[in-house]
């Protein structure tokens, strides 16, 4: 599978902080499996996070994972942007990652992260700190996958009882 991730960070992209998100994001990935197409730097700017998305979802990959912007601050504004261009939430997704940052960082239940879905491809926003990331992306990844198959239609959903 194909994934793309976004950075979204004023001060990596404006080169005052190194990057710590992204690589950690497309390292994890790529020793699952995925190939990362493309990684991106974009300042914190809803409009710039919106057309990103929608490039990088035009172009065929399965999966767009961002980092960053995603807490309460006035600058955060990766999930309204999401919104902007997702016809459908997963709003489980997100729960879980969540849930599961939470029993190591109780502040990871102030992030604002939106799984949802454009076109073919799945968008997960994971949070700006490196460890946040990985930990946020290591609860959801067994099942991406078949998420990834199901909005591509390749794959029926299963029934749990036996025939």
Do not use: Y
Not at 100 to 120: D, K, M, W
């Amino acid at each position: 599978m194909r994934a793309a991730v976004v950075t979204v960070s004023d001060s990596v992209f404006g080169g005052r902080r190194r990057d710590g998100s992204g690589p950690a994001v497309a390292d994890l990935l790529q020793k699952h499996g995925w190939t990362v197409a493309e990684t991106r730097v974009v300042a914190d700017d809803l409009a710039v996070i919106a057309a990103t998305l929608r490039e990088f979802t035009s172009q065929g990959v399965e999966a767009v994972f961002t980092t960053g912007g995603t807490g309460v601050s006035p600058r955060d504004v990766t999930p309204e942007a999401t919104r902007k261009i997702i016809t459908r939430e997963i709003p489980g997704l997100a729960e879980q990652m969540r849930r599961e940052g939470s029993q190591n960082t109780p502040t990871a239940i102030l992030s604002r992260a939106v799984v949802g879905v454009c076109g073919q491809s799945i968008i997960v926003n994971l949070p700006g700190s490196p460890q946040g990331a990985v930990d946020s992306l290591r609860a959801i990844l067994d099942v991406l996958p078949h998420a990834v198959q199901l909005i591509a239609g390749k794959e029926a959903h299963q029934d749990s009882a036996p025939p």
